[in-house]
């Protein structure tokens, strides 16, 4: 139980970060000039 909560808190946590994950990947693919 305490697992598969650890394991919801985890995957939250995953999908608030990556917005900014993928905002991070688009910065260094195309700096800006």
Request: no cysteine; glycine share 4%.
């Amino acid at each position: 139980m305490l697992l598969l909560l650890l394991l919801l808190l985890l995957l939250l946590l995953l999908l608030s970060l990556l917005p900014l994950l993928l905002q991070l990947g688009l910065f260094l693919t195309f700096p800006p000039r």
